[in-house]
DNA sequence: CTTGATTGCTTAATCGTTAAAGCAAGAGGG
DNA sequence: CCCTCTTGCTTTAACGATTAAGCAATCAAG
């Protein structure tokens, strides 16, 4: 490995000299810099980050903490942030939370060890992290009004539940899959808020609330709408198993645009999260908080897309309770 | 934040002896030991890892590149891969390789300046990474022989080919994503070595496979195996389309077993990596590497799993040449 | 009682980089 | 012509750990 100090012997100047010369700072001549440059590169000079990161106490690394690896967001999370990371020259280091607040700590506590220069942490659910020695973004919480970006959770709710308005549909179930999770409440609110009141509104929860929703579905109500395109699937299992059709005798929606949702049948009806957008944003705040000194500011929402496919439609009214058109 | 120095003049010892009490090494009382260990405690002291990076060339980090983030199974590698790097003390540093060889050596340009201990490359289809100057370990590639854990593509495809054998299937179809990348044409290579010549087969590509694959088995096949659970959902939609049911009329069968696997309609017959064995392997090989010196040494292979779900079952021959039974 | 080994600690150098301070030479102003 | 400012470089001291070498005291053995 060649260090600054050889390039300095090789060419009769001092160390100072090069550092100054290759990281812009100081005074040095421009015929020097140059020089300087492309010997520098001549001998393939890599400059040692650890060396570096003692002396100035900057790592250059984003801690990326996630709940669950697992998420099926994570791996776009992740691919947006690690490209925009490295245009700023900002190393990604992961750790996963593993679904508890105690090791969400402690994955916080390592990277911190790690000497991380700020943190992106997409948070357990109902947590919020303590304050820390570092800039923090947090993603996809609503909770947390302060240095968060989000997608506009509600604003996706309201979305799918306009357009299932729009279409004809007049009583409707909502399925939610896990109480506790803030962003499932969120677009939950943000559908029956934009439901007017004579509307039939049905919300249901979790694995026993499938059952529920489709034996709403037998007494009249014309769509389900999911907080995501899981559980959506699994509603169509169990319709399907019913023998319902969608989208004939029901509508359905879900919630992310995973990866299956445009290659099942009937292709489902969604709303994505921009998460270029999303993890874009989060690294401009977090590095404009390392570098320059931005001071806390409210968080940000980013907004949903509707993705309308083919299990939404014009409500049949074959089955329910009123006469068809 | 507090040093070994800070410690050192805290206690009216030399900073040698902080070090050697910490780090186990070197020659230090018992007693003086276990009263350094409580003070540092006490004052919340946490090691320096550039200083220490810097000191003995060594960052405790490792590389992960993978081809695409977005690729489905990164989370579960990437999830196994932190808890066991965690469990010996090890960063993972990530990084994308966007789909491009060239990108992919960026990729590990820049975790090597980063001065990562070792790397876990998952390779682009069709490249071999060059020499690199710390410990590699490639995941999932058949091609290279040396310092790899792949999972047994080749069985996998013999374990799944047998199934649909044994069940009674005489007359085959396989269908394949991407003819560059190795690991579906080791997949397709064990499905074709497990079936006896008398078997009718055919290997179709790519989309247009897709539809050839619904043709054939209007002309008699009952089997439909694919190279991915992604493929099956897409021959599944297909199908749907053409009113042939699955697996009434044709069984289906995918790869990898993917988070909608189960819950698709009907829930599909697939083969499971045995993704923690694979992530915990390639840990314990590179950080034997990295430690004690570990050879090159030959690829391991880690067997893949059956999994019977309900979109296999015996061939009905209604519509097949063949009387039913 | 002397010698040599062992134990327990300290001294000091070092990793590669940055940055404050210093210094000599040339430029510009009065 | 003298003084000050600027330019371009060097000197030097860190950053926080590790580690080889050194040294004094204790201990065992002959």
Same mark, same amino acid.
């Given at each position: 490995?060649?260090?600054?100090?050889?390039?300095?012997?090789?060419?009769?100047?001092?160390?100072?000299?090069?550092?100054?010369?290759?990281?812009?700072?100081?005074?040095?001549?421009?015929?020097?810099?140059?020089?300087?440059?492309?010997?520098?590169?001549?001998?393939?000079?890599?400059?040692?980050?650890?060396?570096?990161?003692?002396?100035?106490?900057?790592?250059?690394?984003?801690?990326?903490?996630?709940?669950?690896?697992?998420?099926?967001?994570?791996?776009?999370?992740?691919?947006?942030?690690?490209?925009?990371?490295?245009?700023?020259?900002?190393?990604?280091?992961?750790?996963?939370?593993?679904?508890?607040?105690?090791?969400?700590?402690?994955?916080?506590?390592?990277?911190?060890?790690?000497?991380?220069?700020?943190?992106?942490?997409?948070?357990?659910?109902?947590?919020?992290?303590?304050?820390?020695?570092?800039?923090?973004?947090?993603?996809?919480?609503?909770?947390?009004?302060?240095?968060?970006?989000?997608?506009?959770?509600?604003?996706?709710?309201?979305?799918?539940?306009?357009?299932?308005?729009?279409?004809?549909?007049?009583? &409707?179930?909502?399925? !939610?899959? %896990?109480?506790? +999770?803030?962003?499932?409440?969120?677009?939950? $609110?943000?559908? /029956?808020? #934009?439901?007017?009141?004579?509307?039939?509104?049905?919300?249901?929860?979790?694995?026993?609330?499938?059952?529920?929703?489709?034996?709403?579905?037998?007494?009249?109500?014309?769509?389900?709408?999911?907080?995501?395109?899981?559980?959506?699937?699994?509603?169509?299992?169990?319709?399907?198993?019913?023998?319902?059709?969608?989208?004939?005798? &029901?509508?359905?929606? !879900?919630? %992310?645009?995973? +990866?299956?949702?445009?290659?099942?049948?009937? $292709?489902?009806? /969604?709303? #994505?999260?921009?998460?270029?957008?999303?993890?874009?944003?989060?690294?401009?705040?977090?590095?404009?908080?390392?570098?320059?000194?931005?001071?806390?500011?409210?968080?940000?929402?980013?907004?949903?897309?509707?993705?309308?496919?083919?299990?939404?439609?014009?409500?049949?009214?074959?089955?329910?309770?009123?006469?068809?058109?």
């Amino acid at each position: 490995m060649v260090s600054i100090k050889q390039i300095a012997s090789d060419m009769g100047v001092s160390t100072a000299t090069i550092s100054n010369a290759l990281t812009g700072k100081g005074r040095v001549s421009q015929e020097l810099v140059t020089r300087i440059q492309t010997r520098a590169e001549e001998l393939g000079y890599r400059p040692s980050i650890a060396a570096r990161a003692l002396k100035t106490g900057q790592t250059g690394i984003l801690g990326l903490v996630m709940p669950d690896l697992t998420n099926p967001l994570f791996p776009r999370i992740a691919q947006t942030l690690s490209i925009q990371a490295d245009k700023r020259k900002l190393g990604i280091l992961i750790a996963d939370s593993r679904g508890s607040a105690d090791e969400q700590s402690e994955a916080l506590r390592r990277l911190l060890d790690r000497g991380v220069d700020g943190l992106i942490v997409v948070p357990q659910k109902g947590t919020t992290p303590d304050p820390m020695p570092v800039p923090v973004v947090v993603l996809n919480t609503a909770s947390d009004p302060w240095n968060s970006v989000s997608a506009d959770h509600a604003g996706g709710g309201g979305l799918v539940a306009r357009h299932i308005l729009d279409i004809g549909h007049r009583k &409707v179930v909502i399925l !939610g899959g %896990d109480q506790v +999770s803030e962003v499932q409440r969120d677009r939950i $609110a943000g559908m /029956t808020d #934009a439901l007017p009141s004579d509307i039939g509104v049905d919300v249901f929860w979790g694995d026993a609330g499938v059952e529920k929703s489709v034996a709403m579905v037998q007494s009249g109500a014309t769509a389900i709408m999911t907080t995501s395109d899981l559980i959506a699937l699994q509603v169509r299992t169990e319709l399907m198993r019913t023998q319902i059709s969608v989208p004939d005798q &029901v509508s359905l929606t !879900g919630f %992310d645009d995973m +990866s299956f949702s445009s290659i099942m049948h009937p $292709a489902l009806t /969604t709303v #994505a999260q921009n998460v270029d957008e999303i993890a874009s944003r989060a690294i401009d705040i977090i590095s404009a908080k390392i570098s320059g000194n931005m001071p806390d500011h409210e968080g940000e929402t980013v907004p949903m897309r509707l993705v309308v496919r083919q299990s939404t439609s014009i409500p049949n009214h074959f089955f329910s309770r009123r006469p068809s058109r």
